[in-house]
């Protein structure tokens, strides 16, 4: 089955064309729009009239992360405030990040390409939608929802968290479809397989997981203990949220990216040249349709290649790969992305910390954990023990306020962790994915 028939199975050449014509109304809009675009553009010697082929793209700058935070929180909205009718924000839950804004048009879409994701998935308006993506700034949770009832879908506001509930809920209300970061299904598997739950005799029969990289393995031990198809679905809140592409039930073999509104380019993360589809490089978005929020060439700094092949499902649209892994040091942690520059900014305002901290991504079971392990000076290491567990305890106080993760903290003597002679290496991540 096919949401938008129309659209997702436009021939090749009609979709092409309707990327020119969008694209085209895209850069225009936001030349006329967007300060930091005009002047972007203006830098790049490259006006909206030279944008005649698709390939012309090219020609356009990119966008990256830091300019999201450069013109923080609202500066890079094409319309006024008055026209935005909801906020979403990526990273943490209260440290500053990347702020999304969304007309009533660009929810409408979002919600479309959802309901889209969900019948790819093989889902149709009888099926029950249990939500365990987090309800909040983070896109997770109200994509999911908005798509599940645009389907027609009966939804489970769930969000995250409250494990026991979440059991008691998947037994009592039968959902037919679990949505939630493939860490968390395999967490909701251990705490109910220890309960006694038989997770295979659930209603459950398709789980959608995305928000954080999962392997082939994973996919195999969440199908086998829940008993369930598992489908890969991907997207990031400055493009949107959820719902940029998403594996088929038919191919299972790389996710469908929604060309009619986005356009992908996979990049050399070095040279920033466009590499053939089939090579790795990094994925750079192009919004086509999006009113509040648009974005040209942004640099996901997620890894993937674009897959050349037509799928067998009968959609036309280009499928990426599974991602891979991310060109930048951001670590996502339960779901929450975590800059490390981010902890070290609440490092640096803790007196008596030294400059000098390490971050260990691990599992506990199925759970992200992480650690953060930092050097304070002689005077106060050789202090009581209660001084140096109320500062620990105010760093993770700080850090869960700032960023919303919760961590361990351990504090280590002067000149005890490992020190570099290029770029500091701060992050281990131990998770195998
Ligand atoms: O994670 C949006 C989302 C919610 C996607 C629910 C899927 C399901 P952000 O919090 O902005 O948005 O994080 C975006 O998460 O750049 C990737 O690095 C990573 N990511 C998202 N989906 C996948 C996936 C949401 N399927 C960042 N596989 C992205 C690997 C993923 N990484």
Known sequence: MIYNDEFETLPREALQALQLKRLRQAVRRVYHTVGFYRQAFDNAGVTPDDIKTISDIQKLPFTMKEDLKDNYPFGLFAVPMSNIVRLHASSGTTGKSTVVGYTKRDIETWSELMARSFVAAGLTQNDIIHNAYGYGLFTGGLGTHYGAEKLGASVIPMSGGNTKKQLMILQDFGPTTLCCTPSYALYLAEEGEGMGIDMRSLKLRTGIFGAEPWSEDTRQEIEERFGITALDIYGLSDIMGPGIAIECKEG???????????????????????????????????????????LIRYRSRDISRLIKEPCICGRTHRKIARITGRSDDMLIIKGVNVFPAQIEGVLADIEGLEPHYELIADREGKMDTLEIRVEVS?????????????IEKRIAEDVKDYLGVTVKVKLVGSKTLKRFEGKAQRVIDKRQI
């Open 378 to 390: 002689e005077k106060i290491f050789s202090d009581e023990v209660r001084v140096l567990q109320n």
């Open 252 to 294: 299972r073999n790389g996710l469908h990216v929604f060309e009619d509104h986005f356009i992908v380019e996979t990049i050399n993360q070095e040279t920033g040249a466009v590499v053939p589809p089939g090579e790795e490089g990094e994925l750079v978005f192009t919004s086509l349709t999006k009113e509040a929020f648009p």
